[in-house]
Nanobody, 120 residues
Framework: QLQLVESGGGLVQPGGSLRLSCVAS????????IGWFRQAPGKEREGVSC????????NYADSVKGRFTIWRDNDKNTVYLEMNSLKPEDTGLYYC?????????????RGQGTQVTVSS
């Protein structure tokens, strides 16, 4: 069973950076592709980035390409999302979830999420 806990969010000025962490409660993370999603008030959920279980394949939403980087450390049961050059439109509740592949992600294992607010 996959249970994930997100952390690392906060309030940051435009142009700033944050690093989010997605930690699995057990050593099951290595078997799943993990995706980061965000939900802003009044907007639909958006897939931000995804990484395959072995870490060899990643993808990004066009809106974050070149600014966000996803990677994983399976020994630490953790997937990270480094967010640079943040913009106000990056504001939202960020959460991670798993699936058998990046093309097959659901909300499986998602936690409470971590709030990111980009504002001056």
């Amino acid at each position: 069973q996959l249970q994930l806990v997100e952390s690392g969010g906060g309030l940051v000025q435009p142009g700033g950076s944050l690093r989010l962490s997605c930690v699995a409660s057990e050593s099951t993370l290595r078997y799943y592709s993990i995706g980061w999603f965000r939900q802003a008030p009044g907007k639909e959920r958006e897939g931000v980035s995804c990484i395959s279980n072995g870490g060899h394949s990643t993808n990004y939403a066009d809106s974050v390409k070149g600014r966000f980087t996803i990677w994983r450390d399976n020994d630490k049961n953790t997937v990270y999302l480094e967010m640079n050059s943040l913009k106000p439109e990056d504001t939202g509740l960020y959460y991670c979830a798993g699936g058998s592949s990046c093309a097959d992600l659901t909300d499986y294992g998602r936690g409470q999420g971590t709030q990111v607010t980009v504002s001056s």
